[in-house]
């Protein structure tokens, strides 16, 4: 497996900005419990990433199908599977409570014409702060400098 694609997810979300993945960088844990506390995020849990190690990952994508379903197709992500975008990605998509999902279809057209590791840096690009600070899914502001981030926070996008 090649390590550099860690951060990406076979469904399209880019696990660099999950919540889950900052909750093990400084100051991230507090980020998961506002987030929790806001009612974005339903459990506690941090991760390591889609392809990281399974004992370090969040259980539920651990178990996740999506997963399952492209390392049996030997896709490197769903975009890249000839059923794309089949029922179970649009389901993954469409559940409302979990509001982050609602570009992975987006993410995967995107990562259909684009070199994976090209895309891994445009989403570090786009998930960092003009200051320089790394920020999560669900942060309003920046903890840095306070600027108002694009997020799925409620308001900013
Ligand atoms: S919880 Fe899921 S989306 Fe978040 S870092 Fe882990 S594998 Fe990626
Ligand atoms: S069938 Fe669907 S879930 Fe499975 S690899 Fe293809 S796009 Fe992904
Ligand atoms: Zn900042």
Avoid at 11 to 22: F, I, P
């Amino acid at each position: 497996m090649d390590n550099q694609l860690e951060l990406l997810g076979y469904c399209g979300l880019y696990c660099g900005a999950c919540t889950r993945y900052n909750a093990l960088l400084p100051g991230g844990m507090q980020v998961l419990e506002d987030a929790i506390t806001k009612g974005y995020i339903r459990r506690e849990g941090n991760c390591t990433g889609c392809r990281g190690k399974s004992e370090s990952m969040y259980y539920h994508c651990y178990i996740c199908e999506i997963k399952k379903c492209a390392i049996s197709q030997e896709t490197e992500h769903c975009g890249l599977c000839a059923s794309f975008p089949c029922e179970r990605i649009i389901e993954f998509q469409n559940q409302g409570y979990s509001i982050h999902h609602k570009e992975v279809i987006e993410n995967l057209n995107e990562l259909k014409d684009k070199d994976s590791k090209k895309w891994l840096e445009d989403q570090q690009k786009k998930w960092t702060c003009t200051c320089g600070k790394h920020f999560s899914w669900y942060e309003d502001s920046c903890s840095n400098c306070g600027n108002k981030l694009e997020t799925y926070a409620k308001g900013n996008i």
